[in-house]
Structure formats: structure tokens, C-alpha cells
């Protein structure tokens, strides 16, 4: 028996209840239907000439429904009689190739198809002139620049390392996706602390300078449900865009019970969030010009998504993970964005124990309460599934006292396969 083992054997872990948390919950009925509903009030298409190409900008965000949303939007487009092209517009996801952006997509389930249109991936940019402000270049893709017209769509939400006006959505889609590695570069190398301000001032100036026809905004309540979809033409997008992600904060996930000594989340990925898990949620930042969020003492995590296809960012944030995810972690997924962004806590590779028990023995040992017995845990399986979370025992009291939170199962043991894995990692 090794030394950790003998450190950790001993480490008594509770028996976890099953607790459903209440959010507000509004949803939209078929996603595809929404979207075409949105872009039909939209005259701009009726007036394009027949066989006019258009390139629906599409990013590397793991939104709900996205390739029924995708295929949608292509199917209005060649109704009205145009000819749709999909460009990733994904900054330097996708390990920063052509290639890579394009297998992406494929992996969030957008391919040519099941959305009906080619797929036209380039790292090539055009610079198209220099933002009012601070004069920094406009790059954007050549080939949507090519186009006739540009369709963005993209899910607007907070980001995982700054606040602003404008922050994951569609003005920095056409900033930083659309600008690929070329712009992202320039704008992560002057720093987070003004990030927000620097993708406004290139956003919304590419957004006059581009033939752009309208941006479908979709924001997602906490049950990862389209809760709304919204059809922008260019000139509504500075002043609604905003609003929506206002609406999106209302809807958004979190900890009811926000102070607890450990987290166990189950897996993390690029599919999940950018930053691979919501940083917001757990209160883990790669930026120190961001703060807030739960309490919680100590974080382990248990594996990387396979849509996330090795892109391992998100581990350097947390405290303790499992050999299994470390073996998934793919440099050359990981470090082309991170090289980018220039964030570099969140790909670091955190304390790695052999199995899944002694990941969560390790939080235990090391949160600091009196006795390990007193440790308050949470697991979850992702921060996307956040209706459904696991408590240890000894938090059913603070569950109880807020009508927000219902208990939903009884008590239970973890159980572990022979390995040391939790038996049970396919049904929380």
C-alpha cells in the first residue's frame, strides 16, 4: 500500500440524498420553429437576390438544441432562396486549424448533414479597418467576408473571466469568433482587465463594416432549455444585446445553498463551457479581474466530457482530479486557446489521484473541518445539470429551511466499482 493510500483509506465518506433546486423556468416549445418564426419577421431576407450566399456563423459553444437550431436557420434561408454556407466562428477553439474547428462542430453535432449546407472552414482574416477607440485592427473571415450576407447565432450568457456590457454572445462572436486567431490573440495579449471594453469597440464596429443580415440570440434557462430566441437586425444589437444578458443572469444556474467545504463535480468540458465548467456557478476564476460565487472549501473533478475531445481546460482551477481525466487531456486541444487567451491557471493539472474514491477522499481530508464526519458536500454531474444535486446528510437541515430545495431521495452510501469508481456516474 502506497503512502497516499494509507492517507486516505481511513477518510470516511457520508451518505448522499438526491435534492431537486426550484429555478424560474420559462421555455420555448420547438427550438427550430422559434428560430425560423424569428428570421421570418425579418423583411431583409424577402429582398435578396435569388442564390445569394450567405454565411450562418456558428460557434463552438455546447448550446442546447444547436445543431436542430443550425439546420433551421439553413432551411428558412434556402426557402427564401438563398444559398447558406456554415463558418465556425470560434476564435482559436478547435486547436486553432481549419480542421480542428470543423471536427468541433462535429462534435457538438453540426456537420454538413445534419445541417444541410457545406461547410466552409478557414483561418484566413481580412483586416476591414480599426476600431473608434483604441484603433486596434477589425480581422474577420475571409470567407464569410465573401459571402452576400452574414447570419450569427450564438447563445448570450455571462463569461468565465470578465464583466461587461457585452460579454458571451453575439457582439464578441463577431469580435473574437469571427476575427478567428488572429484577433483573439490581440485582444486576450492586452489582458482581461479591459477585455469587455476592447470586444465592444471591435464588435460593434465590425458590425457596420460587415454585410451582416441579423444576429439570433438565444439565451437558456438553469434547466439548459432555450428560454427564448431573438432575431437582431445590426443596428438593435448594441442596445438589446445587453438586455438579454441581464435576462440570462435572472435565469442562470447556481448553489441555493452557497457555503459548503466540498464540490464534487462529475465531469467538465469544452461542450459544457468555454472555461469547462461555469466558473460563475462554482466561484473558481482563471482571471483575477473576476470574483463572487459560492463559498466551497474544496473542488475535485472526476473526468472530461468526450465531446470535449481532450480539451482539458478547466482542471488547473480545481483542486484534485483523477488519473483518467488527466490521461484525456490533450495538449494540442488545450493549449492553442490558452496560449490565445493568455489565462493560463485553468490548464494546469491539479493534485491526480488513481481513482474516483480517493478523489473525494482527498477533498475530505484536506477542507478543514473539525472532523471529516462535519464535511459538507455537493456533487453534481456538470454545471449544465444543475435541477438535480447530490447533499451529504448533514446538510438536510439547510435544505429543509428554504422552499426553494426539495429532498427527493433518501440516504445512500457512494458505492465504488473495484476500481474505485463510482458505480452510479451515468444517473445523477
Known amino acids: 500500500m502506497s503512502a497516499v493510500d494509507e492517507l486516505l483509506e481511513k477518510v470516511p465518506l457520508p451518505r448522499m ?6 429555478f424560474p423556468r420559462s421555455e420555448i416549445g420547438n427550438a427550430g420553429t422559434a428560430a425560423r418564426d424569428a428570421l421570418s419577421h425579418m423583411e431583409i431576407f424577402s429582398t435578396l437576390p435569388k442564390g445569394s450566399r450567405i454565411a450562418l456563423a456558428v460557434g463552438s459553444r455546447g448550446i442546447v438544441k444547436l445543431p436542430e437550431l443550425v439546420g433551421a436557420v439553413v432551411a428558412f434561408l434556402k426557402a427564401k432562396a438563398l444559398a ?3 463558418v ?3 476564435g482559436s477553439h478547435g486547436g486553432a486549424t481549419a480542421e480542428g474547428q470543423k471536427d468541433l462542430l462535429a462534435h457538438l453535432g453540426v456537420t454538413e448533414e445534419t445541417a444541410g449546407a457545406p461547410i466552409v472552414s478557414s483561418m484566413e482574416v481580412r483586416e476591414i479597418g480599426k476600431s473608434p477607440e483604441f484603433g486596434l485592427p477589425v480581422y474577420i473571415d475571409e470567407a464569410a467576408l465573401g459571402a452576400d450576407g452574414i447570419v450569427i447565432l450564438n447563445r448570450i450568457k455571462p463569461h468565465p473571466a470578465f464583466r461587461a456590457r457585452y460579454e458571451s454572445g453575439l457582439v464578441k462572436m463577431v469580435a473574437i469568433g469571427l476575427g478567428k486567431q488572429k484577433q483573439a490573440e490581440l485582444v486576450h495579449n492586452l489582458g482581461a482587465e479591459r477585455m469587455g471594453e476592447f470586444i465592444a469597440d471591435i464588435g460593434l464596429q465590425a458590425i457596420k463594416k460587415i454585410p451582416l443580415l441579423a444576429a439570433i440570440g438565444i439565451v437558456e434557462n438553469a434547466y439548459h432549455e432555450i428560454a427564448l430566441v431573438e432575431a437582431l437586425a445590426p443596428g438593435r444589437i448594441e ?3 445587453p438586455e438579454l444578458l441581464d435576462e440570462a443572469r435572472r435565469l442562470s444556474a447556481r448553489f441555493i445553498i452557497d457555503k459548503f467545504d466540498v464540490l464534487i463535480i462529475d465531469e ?10 461555469d466558473t460563475t456557478i462554482v466561484g473558481r476564476y482563471s482571471s483575477p479581474y473576476i470574483k463572487g460565487g459560492p463559498k466551497i472549501g474544496k473542488v475535485a473533478v472526476l473526468d472530461i466530457t468526450e465531446k470535449s475531445n481532450g480539451y482539458g481546460g478547466g482542471l488547473g482551477m480545481v483542486d484534485f ?3 483518467r481525466a488527466a490521461d484525456k487531456f490533450d495538449p494540442e486541444q488545450t493549449y492553442p486557446n490558452t496560449l490565445t487567451s493568455t489565462f493560463t491557471e485553468g490548464i494546469k493539472i ?5 481513482n474516483e474514491k480517493q478523489a473525494i477522499q482527498s477533498c475530505v481530508k484536506t477542507c478543514n473541518t473539525r472532523t471529516y464526519e462535519e464535511a459538507k458536500i455537493v456533487r453534481i454531474r456538470n454545471t449544465l445539470c444543475m435541477d438535480e444535486i447530490l447533499v451529504s446528510e448533514n446538510m438536510l437541515d439547510l435544505v429543509r429551511q428554504d422552499e426553494n ?3 427527493a431521495g433518501l440516504p445512500a452510501a457512494m458505492e465504488f466499482d473495484p476500481a474505485g469508481d463510482l458505480r452510479d456516474r451515468n444517473h445523477l
Open 268 to 277: 467538465i468540458g469544452k461542450d459544457i463551457s468555454g472555461a469547462g465548467f
Open 239 to 241: 442596445a438589446r444585446e
Open 84 to 86: 447558406p454556407f456554415i
Open 405 to 407: 430545495l426539495e429532498i
Open 321 to 323: 482530479t483523477t488519473r
Open 88 to 90: 465556425p466562428a470560434m
Open 350 to 354: 491539479p493534485m491526480t489521484l488513481k
Open 17 to 22: 440524498v438526491m435534492v431537486r433546486q426550484k
